[in-house]
């Protein structure tokens, strides 16, 4: 028989959405309530007869709250192995009364932290009574009862309706699992803040970290693989895809995830003062551009390269209109992101069924910090966030001609969308619209011509007269190692370049770009991306 009865419950919550109606359900099953402060000041608020703590103890709650559950009568009540005789003499002997289901969450500690509370505010929401009783209940399963989180109030009462006030034991397995996932996504979240509020280590000696299965996906990147979502178990910092509303289309594939969040990356660097519009296929933009209206960066980032743009991600700065929406419609689009849509903006999606349209509150910051993780066979690498930008004392020109304003805006435009681009990265910009964009290649020089083939090809596309390579400035996310990738920049027609510099033959590169009477600027900071 695996189905114990609930006879006494003991309930203390910090979160108490759901305890009154879950107090009533265990009255009815003549479950005895043992409840400790505003827990049990909500309960007989309730109407229901409730014990106090310290009746059960016979020691009131003391120092603040800080003592009050942290008592043999308590944990012997929860640990005792009830068909053991020794375990069962010592409740005998001790006046230990058997507790049979434990309701417990924790004090609000991240919470606390996100409001930015002071240190002695954060340090007294560190809850030590509650997880020591929720990890007594959750190691004696087989006979104790745990519920950790308000959202299973329901399911505990529908097993105790179903068992005639008792839980089976699945039931109770699956609780204490979920205990101690709750136990040990609170610690982390405490370890992580002492790491970085007293900042002892910018890499902690243990990298903790607890995480919550959102959904799984229909598949990884390929079919053959599983996969699945999960965000921070204490809340995200920064929100973003799994925080966003999906208006409309079937479920996001784990590609789409991806490709959404290079997307919504690079949208963010461009703030909110103009519209700006990201295309991105396989994690690499093949167009960007920022312009007066969305629909104008639109049509000139879908320009760079229309090709590539089929069946990719669309993401914005600004909430979508009616035409933009309705000229996105024009070719097969798999994700549009974006701050808010008007009412044309959706009945435009609506008639596109499979089309994916998420809406965002806010962008995430584009400077903001925090590390980045990849596992490696044996290990995990972690890494700053590469949050780096460009001030205006990093720019060094090296050229004997100095950029024009327009050049230098558009190498800034230019570099700041290389940094999204994976290495070997190429982009050609002008007028804040990119023009060519070179990603993945084994060497520079390959990068730069690859780019400039797209830009002869939107021109041959669109029926311009010239590339808009021609007059255009490009960035490389790393140095030169060699005139030859300059020197494809130049035959491209760019008139400007942004690079970081430091190669041992910056002075050839340097002599390439004087030569052909073009500017150079070095910013010291290079934007590796693999």
Same mark, same amino acid.
């Given at each position: 028989?695996?189905?114990?009865?609930?006879?006494?419950?003991?309930?203390?919550?910090?979160?108490?959405?759901?305890?009154?109606?879950?107090?009533? +359900?265990?009255?009815?099953?003549?479950?005895?309530?043992?409840? &400790?402060?505003?827990?049990? &000041?909500?309960?007989?608020?309730?109407?229901?007869?409730?014990?106090?703590?310290?009746?059960?103890?016979?020691?009131?709650?003391?120092?603040?709250?800080?003592?009050?559950?942290?008592?043999?009568?308590?944990?012997?009540?929860?640990?005792?192995?009830?068909?053991?005789?020794?375990?069962?003499?010592?409740?005998?002997?001790?006046?230990?009364?058997?507790?049979?289901?434990?309701?417990? !969450?924790?004090?609000?500690?991240?919470? $606390?932290?996100?409001?930015?509370?002071?240190?002695?505010?954060?340090?007294? !929401?560190?809850?030590?009574?509650?997880?020591?009783?929720?990890?007594?209940?959750?190691?004696?399963?087989?006979?104790?009862?745990?519920?950790?989180?308000?959202?299973?109030?329901?399911?505990?009462?529908?097993?105790?309706?179903?068992?005639?006030?008792?839980?089976?034991?699945?039931?109770?397995?699956?609780?204490?699992?979920? +205990?101690?996932?709750?136990?040990?996504?609170?610690?982390?979240?405490?370890?992580?803040?002492?790491?970085?509020?007293?900042?002892?280590?910018?890499?902690?000696?243990?990298?903790?970290?607890?995480?919550?299965?959102?959904?799984?996906?229909?598949?990884?990147?390929?079919?053959?693989?599983?996969?699945?979502?999960?965000?921070?178990?204490?809340?995200?910092?920064?929100?973003?895809?799994?925080?966003?509303?999906?208006?409309?289309?079937?479920?996001?594939?784990?590609?789409?995830?991806?490709?959404?969040?290079? %997307?919504?990356?690079?949208?963010?660097?461009?703030?909110?003062?103009?519209? #700006?519009?990201?295309?991105? /296929?396989?994690?690499?933009?093949?167009?960007?551009?920022? #312009?007066? $209206?969305?629909?104008?960066?639109? /049509?000139?980032?879908?320009?760079?390269?229309?090709?590539? #743009?089929?069946?990719?991600?669309?993401?914005? !700065?600004?909430?979508?209109?009616?035409?933009?929406?309705?000229?996105?419609?024009?070719?097969?689009?798999?994700?549009?992101?974006?701050?808010? +849509?008007?009412? %044309?903006?959706?009945? %435009?999606?609506?008639?596109?069924? !499979?089309?994916?349209?998420?809406?965002?509150?806010?962008?995430?910051?584009?400077?903001?910090?925090?590390?980045? $993780?990849?596992?490696?066979?044996?290990?995990?690498?972690?890494?700053?966030?590469?949050?780096?930008?460009?001030?205006?004392?990093?720019?060094?020109?090296?050229? /004997?001609?100095?950029?024009?304003?327009?050049?230098?805006?558009?190498?800034?435009?230019?570099? &700041?969308?290389?940094?999204?681009?994976?290495?070997?990265?190429?982009?050609?910009?002008?007028?804040?619209?990119?023009?060519?964009?070179?990603?993945?290649?084994?060497?520079?020089?390959?990068?730069?011509?690859?780019?400039?083939?797209?830009?002869?090809?939107? #021109?041959?596309?669109?029926?311009?007269?010239?590339?808009?390579?021609?007059?255009?400035?490009?960035?490389?996310?790393?140095?030169?190692?060699?005139?030859?990738?300059?020197?494809?920049?130049?035959?491209?027609?760019?008139?400007?370049?942004?690079?970081?510099?430091?190669?041992?033959?910056?002075?050839?590169?340097?002599? %390439?770009?004087?030569? +052909?009477?073009?500017?150079?600027?070095?910013?010291?900071?290079?934007?590796?991306?693999?």
């Amino acid at each position: 028989m695996t189905d114990v009865m609930i006879k006494r419950a003991l309930l203390s919550v910090s979160d108490k959405s759901g305890l009154a109606d879950l107090g009533r +359900a265990l009255a009815l099953h003549g479950v005895e309530l043992v409840s &400790t402060g505003g827990t049990a &000041t909500a309960l007989r608020e309730a109407g229901l007869a409730v014990q106090d703590i310290s009746d059960l103890t016979g020691f009131p709650e003391m120092m603040d709250g800080r003592v009050k559950t942290l008592h043999p009568k308590v944990h012997g009540g929860l640990l005792a192995v009830r068909d053991d005789p020794a375990h069962a003499a010592s409740m005998v002997e001790h006046a230990i009364g058997a507790i049979d289901l434990v309701v417990v !969450n924790l004090y609000p500690f991240a919470a $606390t932290v996100a409001k930015g509370a002071g240190r002695d505010e954060i340090i007294e !929401n560190i809850d030590i009574g509650g997880p020591s009783m929720v990890r007594s209940a959750a190691k004696n399963h087989h006979y104790v009862t745990i519920i950790t989180d308000p959202a299973d109030y329901p399911a505990l009462v529908s097993a105790l309706e179903q068992h005639d006030g008792a839980t089976n034991l699945d039931f109770r397995k699956a609780m204490a699992a979920k +205990a101690f996932a709750a136990t040990a996504s609170y610690d982390a979240a405490i370890a992580q803040w002492f790491a970085v509020a007293d900042q002892q280590h910018h890499f902690p000696p243990t990298l903790l970290g607890a995480n919550q299965l959102v959904s799984t996906l229909r598949y990884g990147e390929n079919p053959h693989q599983s996969a699945a979502l999960y965000v921070p178990a204490q809340g995200a910092a920064v929100p973003g895809l799994p925080q966003a509303r999906q208006v409309q289309g079937k479920e996001l594939s784990y590609n789409n995830y991806n490709d959404a969040n290079a %997307a919504l990356e690079l949208v963010a660097e461009f703030g909110s003062d103009r519209p #700006a519009v990201v295309i991105v /296929k396989h994690a690499n933009p093949c167009g960007v551009a920022v #312009a007066e $209206t969305p629909l104008e960066a639109w /049509k000139a980032a879908l320009a760079c390269d229309s090709v590539s #743009a089929f069946g990719g991600i669309v993401a914005l !700065n600004c909430p979508l209109d009616g035409q933009t929406a309705e000229a996105i419609c024009e070719i097969f689009t798999e994700v549009v992101v974006a701050p808010g +849509a008007d009412d %044309a903006a959706l009945a %435009a999606f609506a008639r596109k069924k !499979n089309l994916r349209l998420l809406l965002i509150d806010e962008l995430p910051a584009a400077n903001r910090s925090g590390l980045v $993780t990849i596992p490696i066979a044996g290990g995990l690498l972690v890494q700053d966030r590469d949050n780096g930008t460009l001030s205006d004392d990093m720019l060094r020109v090296v050229t /004997k001609r100095q950029p024009t304003s327009q050049e230098l805006a558009d190498c800034r435009f230019a570099w &700041t969308v290389a940094k999204h681009v994976k290495s070997n990265a190429i982009v050609y910009a002008r007028d804040g619209v990119t023009a060519g964009i070179g990603a993945g290649q084994m060497n520079r020089r390959d990068s730069a011509r690859i780019a400039a083939v797209k830009a002869q090809e939107a #021109a041959e596309t669109h029926g311009w007269g010239a590339p808009r390579t021609v007059g255009s400035a490009v960035a490389s996310d790393a140095f030169f190692p060699f005139a030859d990738g300059l020197i494809s920049a130049v035959e491209a027609g760019a008139t400007a370049v942004i690079q970081p510099g430091g190669s041992i033959r910056d002075d050839e590169v340097i002599a %390439a770009a004087d030569a +052909a009477g073009i500017a150079m600027v070095f910013t010291g900071m290079r934007h590796f991306r693999h």
